[in-house]
């Protein structure tokens, strides 16, 4: 294709994201998969591991593995949710709070950054336009199994 389309846009761009965050994550010694599941849990009363995967948008599969590797790494642990024996909880360490935080930072100083270079209108129709194709996407309004596109 030689113009540039949506789909190319909102690629690329990520891909560039997701770089950039991977490599301001090892001086860390994280990633950016393990950095977003850190920011994605209960810095305090815990984490159901069944809530995760969907809050992250992730297969379980996927999350297994990450989470078997901050569990090696120090940063949570996994307790019987009190509430539902068949559940677990995942709790940050001290340590994992600690990498939650740092995190968390480089994702505040990412959004820092992008404000100071693009004015709030443009950003406000950034969000408008992201939530829009999420929602086409979702109602199922691009693809549905009665078009033939």
């Known amino acids: 294709m030689k113009d540039l389309t949506i789909d190319h846009a909102l690629r690329a761009t990520w891909q560039a994201v997701s770089k950039m965050y991977n490599e301001e994550a090892k001086n860390y010694d994280l990633t950016m ?51 539902d024996g068949r559940g677990v909880l995942i709790f940050l360490t001290p340590l994992g709070l600690e990498k939650r935080e740092e995190s968390k930072e480089v994702v505040l100083r990412f959004n820092e950054v992008v404000k100071e270079h693009v004015p709030e209108e443009d950003l406000n129709v950034f969000f408008k336009t992201m939530s829009t194709i999420n929602k086409l996407i979702t109602d199922k309004k691009i693809y549905s199994k009665t078009t033939n596109n």
């Open 33 to 83: 998969a393990i950095g977003f599941t850190l920011l994605s849990m209960d810095p305090k009363g815990g984490t159901p591991s069944t809530t995760l995967g969907p809050k992250m948008g992730m297969e379980a599969t996927s999350l297994s593995r990450i989470l078997k590797n901050i569990e090696q790494k120090g940063y949570i642990l996994r307790k019987r949710n009190p509430k």
